[in-house]
């Protein structure tokens, strides 16, 4: 693979453990985008009509693809956005579960539901809506696309995808793939457009849904357009999870699945536990095992199976955590460890821990998207579940307690759309995946992730004296 220094494009591979350019991609013309959306519209046309157990047999074999091809593709991850190589092999293992699930339920799932009725009979039916737009973002360059595709592909919709410019070769890779698998053409198509086109895009009459992954910002502008022309939209944005101690918690484990969780793809995750709440009788104590664990992560090349610690995506990524440490800082934060670039080539900073973090500051209200956990000490359980649900992002979370009955009854009590008991925020085919409040709307994975996009249209069977 050619390094180069310069390019002009945007749509480009620079490796963060180098910060060097890689490889480059021209953005489309409009031409070739119409061609596209053409081209996908058509499909669409014969793709709805082929049977479910033809479906499945295509996303069998992605699946099969991505399992043999997974050294190569988890290398591209890493390669494009500086994951590490074990985790971005692990992700591409679970994209082909991900593929296998709606392979193996999606008729299933899509079966005509009976509905009770006093008066003759009725069920509901659900059908495919048409070519949908799926933006998606970098920090888990083939998970994010599969969660999308997988059921809706399934489904019998078709899909023309705008990934983050900074991972091109692994939007390429997938289109690749779809067609090695014998998806005809049109199904699922890579679009290499910039922001700003977006907007067009979702306008176009041929579009009939949308679904965005990235920040709060980009998905109300996103949903606004979408609203616009009347379009369904889902939505994954921002969180700030909550990683709620109790007081019979094991300590230890605690602070190792918090510590360790939080370094899972260099902080970089949406569900990653970014507010770790403690009663203050143990607040000194996790601090402490906390920073030990930190004072011996590894931080090194990505593809070195000992490193523990990757670097983040980008240069520019890089610079906006260690600002927000400096800001948080300055507004009376106490650095704990860690918080500065590493000296060295590629955008490296040390794992990082911030406490005493007061309301009405930058780092209480932000999402910190890197390898920086927050630490907030409590007076009682009634305040770390107030102090849970101070904030405007609701997607997952974390309870951690012995008694299991017990966490469960906080679980109840916060705010989001995912809690999960004695193990940090994760993912698996089966389960859905989705927030509330400033996080989004709508779910993924799981049965609720393929009726997002379907005309769920009921029939209803009677006689015309019927009174209704």
Not at 38 to 62: C, I, M, N, T, Y
Not at 297 to 302: V, Y
Not at 381 to 391: G, Q, R
Not at 393 to 398: A, I, K, Q, R, S
Request: with cysteine.
């Amino acid at each position: 693979m050619s390094v180069q220094t310069a390019t002009s494009s945007s749509i480009k591979t620079v490796n963060p453990a180098t910060n060097k350019i890689e490889k480059q991609f021209d953005a489309m013309s409009d031409e070739q985008i119409e061609a596209i959306l053409a081209r996908a519209d058509g499909a669409f046309a014969q793709w709805k009509k082929v049977p479910f157990s033809q479906r499945a047999e295509l996303l069998h074999k992605v699946a099969a693809i991505m399992r043999e091809q997974k050294e190569a593709l988890g290398k591209l991850c890493t390669i494009e956005m500086g994951k590490l190589l074990s985790e971005g092999i692990g992700e591409v293992l679970l994209c082909a579960d991900i593929f296998d699930y709606y392979a193996d339920n999606g008729e299933a799932f899509l079966a005509d539901k009976p509905l009770d009725t006093p008066l003759g009979s009725a069920f509901l039916s659900y059908a495919p809506i048409g070519v949908l737009l799926s933006v998606q973002p970098w920090n888990f360059p083939f998970y994010q696309i599969t969660r999308s595709a997988a059921p809706n592909i399934m489904a019998g919709n078709t899909m023309v995808l705008k990934h983050a410019s900074n991972v091109p070769q692994c939007a390429a890779i997938m289109e690749q793939i779809f067609a090695q698998a014998g998806v005809p053409a049109g199904v699922y198509t890579n679009l290499f457009v910039p922001g700003s086109k977006v907007s067009a895009l979702i306008g176009d009459k041929r579009i009939k849904g949308v679904s965005l992954t990235g920040s709060e910002s980009a998905g109300s502008s996103f949903a606004a357009e979408a609203g616009k022309y009347v379009k369904k939209s889902t939505l994954e944005l921002g969180g700030s999870d909550a990683f709620v101690v109790l007081a019979d918690a094991d300590l230890d484990l605690a602070v190792k699945t918090a510590a360790l969780g939080r370094l899972w793809n260099a902080g970089q995750v949406c569900v990653s536990p970014k507010r770790i709440i403690v009663l203050e009788s143990v607040a000194q104590a996790f601090i402490s095992k906390a920073r030990a664990i930190y004072e011996t992560i590894r931080i090194g090349d990505p593809l070195d199976a000992a490193t523990q610690l990757a670097p983040l995506s980008s240069e520019k990524a890089a610079q906006e955590i260690i600002a927000q440490v400096e800001t948080a800082v300055k507004q009376g934060a106490k650095l704990v460890y860690g918080g500065h670039r590493l000296d060295r080539p590629g955008a490296y900073m040390e794992p990082t821990i911030l406490t005493d973090i007061k309301p009405g500051t930058a780092a209480y209200a932000e999402e910190i998207f890197g390898p920086v956990l927050c630490i907030y000490a409590v007076k009682d359980e009634a305040a770390a579940i107030a102090l849970a649900n101070d904030s405007v992002f609701g997607l997952g979370g974390t309870v951690f307690g012995a008694d299991t009955a017990k966490a469960v009854a906080v679980a109840r009590q916060i705010d989001t759309g995912m809690v999960y008991i004695n193990h940090t925020t994760g993912i698996a085919p089966e389960l859905p995946f989705g927030g509330t409040k400033n996080s989004g709307y709508g779910r993924e994975q799981s049965p609720a992730g393929i009726h997002e996009f379907v005309n769920e249209k009921l029939i209803r069977i009677t006689t015309p004296d019927a009174p209704y």
